[in-house]
């Protein structure tokens, strides 16, 4: 993800990573049990069960793919065109009606879209000065004193850059900003690979934004269980930065690996998605 604060925020991170390893390999996906050990589990049942993550999967995939099809007319009839049509969509007249003109008509005679949906920002939230997310994290994550002071700082050094980003996205209070920044730090590490560009996070978080529009259960989840659920997201990213960063400074093959295995465990308990079929693909996020 290439915010401008980016190699500031992995800077803030790094020197905790080799912690972050530790931490990473006692506490990735026990294979015999079909389940998460304690940590990134617990810290997920506290905040996540609040949350109707469930269905995101599915619901992210027919938003993509009605992008995709938005995409597809902007290429073939222009961004202006569409946007028209989909105005006229929302009036209820068309290319064709009485309400357009006769030449734009015949110009674009096969423009054919739904109404724009309607923004709801289910995910938004009013934030809580008392909630402690760093403290849940360095208490399900810390075994000591040290790794639970060592754990707040990853947390608040994330959560003070990703804001300042936020804000300047317009991403603020809105767990959609926490989804977005979490997929493009997870999948990165996943696919040792460059962060998404601008466009791309920009488009995944518009995706993800009308995603949480249309569960309806968003709409109802009290403002402290939002923020928390959009912290723990932050609170991951610093985590699998943070240990991702020192891995590949010093190019440790096997705290590389450790922090792969972490990624695709929180992909999967966070989206309910296969890391494999999360990608970057023609510059824009997709999720297969």
Known sequence: ????????????????????????????????????????????????????????????????????????????????????????????TSSSGSKTSGSSARSNPKINVPPPPVVRNHGVFRPDPTIDTGMSLANALGDTPEEKALIKQIYTATKTEYEKEAALRGWKNNIAGGLTFFTATAMSVYHDTDAPGDEAVNNYFKILNSALDEMPAFATVPNKDKQGFNNMLIGFSGMLLGGYSQAKQTNDADSLATYKKLAGMLIEMVLKADPENLRLENGQIVMK
Do not use: D, P
């Not at 803030?12 to 998460?36: E, H, V």
């Open 1 to 92: 993800m290439k915010i401008r604060n980016y190699k500031k925020l992995a800077a803030l991170a790094f020197s905790f990573g080799l912690f972050c390893a530790g931490a990473a390999n006692a506490q990735t996906r026990n294979a015999y049990g079909g389940g998460y050990s304690t940590g990134y589990g617990t810290v997920y049942g506290s905040f996540g069960q609040a949350m109707a993550t469930q269905n995101i999967y599915n619901t992210m995939q027919m938003q993509m793919q009605k992008t995709m099809m938005r995409n597809a007319m902007i290429k073939k009839w222009g961004l202006a065109a569409v946007e028209k049509a989909e105005r006229e969509a929302r009036s209820g």
